[in-house]
């Protein structure tokens, strides 16, 4: 019943930027923290960047300053803006968003269906 969903993946050439979307539906009472992962094959999967609820960001070495994570509370949305993009930048885009189900409940950990974002040379 609660659900991620995401759009925005695709092909393009080195340099180019792609924005990538991620909606978290459902009886949820409060979203944590969301984030974007990444895994290419035959590889695990990569921390991109996080988005606390407080506001706070933190990016992995090798997209910062390229990517930008944001969100728009009133969609429940998360984005990646994801500028001069690399071929090795190649692999499935995954979202993660920590949600609260019940009052004084845990949060419990969702993930996405995964975009997939191939970039050229």
């Known amino acids: 019943q609660v659900q991620l969903a995401e759009s925005g993946g695709g092909l393009v050439q080195a340099g180019g930027s792609l924005r990538l979307s991620c909606t978290a539906s459902g009886r949820i009472v409060r979203i944590n923290d969301m984030g974007w992962y990444r895994q290419a094959p035959g590889e695990q999967r990569e921390f991109l960047a996080l988005l606390a609820s407080g506001g706070s960001t933190n990016y992995a070495d090798s997209v910062k300053g390229r990517f930008t994570i944001s969100r728009d509370n009133a969609k429940n949305t998360v984005y990646l803006q994801m500028n001069s993009l690399k071929p090795e930048d190649t692999a499935v885009y995954y979202c993660?968003?920590?949600?609260?189900?019940?009052?004084?409940?845990?949060?419990?950990?969702?993930w996405g269906q995964g975009t997939q974002v191939t970039v050229s040379s």
């Open positions: 993660n968003a920590h949600l609260l189900l019940a009052s004084f409940g845990p949060t419990y950990s969702y």
